[in-house]
């Protein structure tokens, strides 16, 4: 009796802990991905390659959260593989905080993970035909604040066995010529894409097959490929596309849309396009026709999937990435061209790349290192936060389960953030 007793009490707390996103905010098809939650944390302590306290290290096996005691760039020679259930708190960096550059990330297999500020930066020292960050299969993902650029295949790209994943809040920037792909999205699991800027791709910005819901974006200077590619395919797709903003750059030749067919299955409502690279936001809503949107299937109710927390205007949503998209707490040169030269020149500046260690882009550093905050515990929380929060700076306990459901440290991480 005090053994069913105990569960009856403790069933509450097991579904709060169960329920509750994957961080405060967390929207999408990947929302309740639980990240290394019940494992250990890791501290990366040097910007090595490889070797104890590098990075790589630090996702080499399951249940772990991430954090960062130093800010920089991490070089990689070999591609970095991500375990499953993980958290990656770029957040938690110092300085400018991190910057991975060489040859991509793949996230195959890294079902339940977490990856928050922080930024993928492949170039043309990275393997001919790769992604910077690839997904061939696996569930529950978010990328969250992730900058990510310079892929020699796709930049972003899902296209398998997939599904709850989302992308919120990044960005997907030049593809590398001669492909130039900001990523394929082709899963008939859900993905969903909020408020992320596409930028300098020639082509997929994204390709979509299967299910998506793309919500509040920005596409910026696509080139002769297309915007939004829809499906292009036999096999059946089920989207969501609202509330975007698609703004042609120097490089666009092309409609936004490009190559629905019957068996792409959309609700569309209020994407707004601006095609006249004067230099001023003057653009238009794009009616509800083939014309607009190439051969697609209207639907006349939207997809009831998990949408975002608040729907923004088109316009709003452009001002919204300006202020927040990618890793964004303390934003590098690159993100910064991106956005304050190109973009928001509203047509007149943007390029599509072959090498972005050459002007105006000048490669992906420096990225300042900063000072980490004194940890005295070395469990990843800073001292200052444990003292004023309850928990004891002399004792590892970040790993704990608070009464909220998350762990302590992920406590101190989504406060840097909220």
């Known amino acids: 009796m005090k053994f069913l007793c105990y569960l009856t009490c403790l069933l509450p707390f097991l579904v709060s802990v169960l329920a509750i996103p994957a961080f405060p905010g967390a ?12 494992g250990s944390v890791y501290v ?3 910007l090595n390659d490889s070797g104890a306290g590098s990075f790589r290290d630090a996702v080499s096996q399951s249940h772990r959260i991430v954090v960062f005691a130093v800010g920089g760039l991490i070089t990689i020679s070999d591609r970095i593989v991500i375990s499953p259930n993980v958290y990656i708190a ?18 195959s297999g890294a079902d339940n993970t977490i990856t928050r500020y922080i930024r993928y930066r492949m170039g043309t020292t990275g393997d001919s035909g790769k992604d910077a960050i690839t997904i061939a299969n696996g569930q529950n993902m978010v990328f969250d604040h992730v900058s990510v650029s310079w892929g020699r295949d796709e930049t972003f790209s899902i296209n398998g066995d997939v599904s709850n994943v989302t992308i919120s809040d990044s960005i997907i920037a030049q593809g590398l010529e001669t492909h130039s792909c900001g990523g394929l999205m082709q899963t008939t699991g859900g993905v969903s894409i909020f408020r992320t800027l596409y930028i300098d791709n020639q082509t997929r910005n994204p390709k979509v097959k299967g299910v998506n819901d793309f919500t509040n974006n920005v596409v910026y200077n696509w080139g002769g490929g297309g915007g939004y590619i829809a499906g292009d395919s036999d096999g059946p ?17 092309q409609h936004p849309f490009t190559r629905g ?8 409502s209020n994407n707004y396009y601006d095609p006249d690279q004067d230099g001023t936001l003057n653009g238009f809503v794009l009616a509800e026709t083939t014309d607009n949107y190439s051969d697609v299937d209207f639907q006349s109710t939207r997809y009831p999937y998990p949408s975002v927390n608040t729907l923004l205007s088109p316009t709003d949503a ?17 993100d910064t061209y991106l956005i304050e030269t190109e973009m928001m020149s509203f047509g007149k500046v943007g390029a599509l790349i072959t090498n972005p260690t050459q002007a105006p882009i000048n490669g992906p550093g420096p990225i300042s290192g900063g000072t980490a905050p004194v940890d005295t515990d070395k469990d990843g929380i800073p001292d200052d936060y444990e003292k004023a929060h ?4 002399n ?19 989504n406060s840097l953030v909220a």
């Open 90 to 107: 770029g957040q938690t960096a110092p300085g400018q905080g991190i910057t991975v550059y060489g040859n991509g990330v793949s996230y």
């Open 44 to 46: 990366v302590t040097n």
């Open 318 to 334: 452009l001002n919204h990435v300006r202020a927040n998209a990618g890793a964004s707490l303390s934003r590098d040169h690159v």
């Open 390 to 393: 309850g928990t004891n700076p």
């Open 237 to 253: 797709s089920e989207a969501n596309i609202m509330n975007n903003i698609f703004i042609s750059g120097p490089s666009t030749s």
């Open 261 to 268: 067919n019957a068996n792409f299955h959309t609700f569309v």
């Open 395 to 413: 004792v590892a306990d970040s790993a704990q389960i608070a009464s909220n459901g998350y762990a302590n440290i992920e406590n101190y991480v």
């Open 27 to 38: 929207e999408g098809f990947g929302a309740q991905s639980t990240g290394g939650r019940g």
